[in-house]
C-alpha cells in the first residue's frame, strides 16, 4: 500500500505562485512514477505533469513555462511549484503514484483557488 498526501493549496490572486506538496508513505520503494493531475469543476481529471523514476519528465501544454514538478526521494515527497497561476488554474491537485506493478494509488487532493 502507498498513502499520498497533499498540501499546499490556498487562495491566490492571478500572477502569484504556489507550491504543493505530495509526501508519500507506506511501501514506497515500489513507487514509478509520481505525477499531478487536477480537476476543475464541471470537467473531467487532467494530467498536470509527471515524473518518472527514470527522470522523464511531460507536462501539459497549458501548464508548460510555469509550473515544475520534482522529487525528493530522501523526503519521499513530489512537488509542483506553480508560477504565474491564472484563474484557470482553479481546480482541485491531485497527486498520483504508479508502482513497478503497475498499481494506482490517489491522494485526497488539495484545491487552488486562483481569483482576484
Known amino acids: 500500500q502507498v498513502q499520498l498526501v497533499e498540501s499546499g493549496g490556498g487562495v491566490v490572486q492571478p500572477g502569484e505562485s504556489l507550491r504543493l506538496s505530495c509526501v508519500a508513505s507506506g511501501i514506497i520503494y515500489s513507487i514509478d512514477n509520481m505525477g499531478w493531475y487536477r480537476q476543475a469543476p464541471g470537467k473531467e481529471r487532467e494530467l498536470v505533469a509527471i515524473?518518472?523514476?527514470?527522470?522523464?519528465?511531460n507536462y501539459a501544454d497549458s501548464v508548460k513555462g510555469r509550473f515544475t514538478i520534482s522529487r525528493d526521494n530522501v523526503k519521499n515527497t513530489s512537488y509542483l511549484q506553480m508560477l504565474s497561476l491564472q484563474p484557470e488554474d482553479t481546480a482541485v491537485y491531485y497527486c498520483?503514484?504508479?508502482?513497478?506493478?503497475?498499481?494506482?494509488?490517489w491522494g485526497k487532493g488539495t484545491l487552488v483557488t486562483v481569483s482576484s
Open positions: 498520483k503514484a504508479v508502482t513497478v506493478t503497475a498499481r494506482i494509488y
Open positions: 515524473s518518472t523514476r527514470s527522470g522523464i519528465i
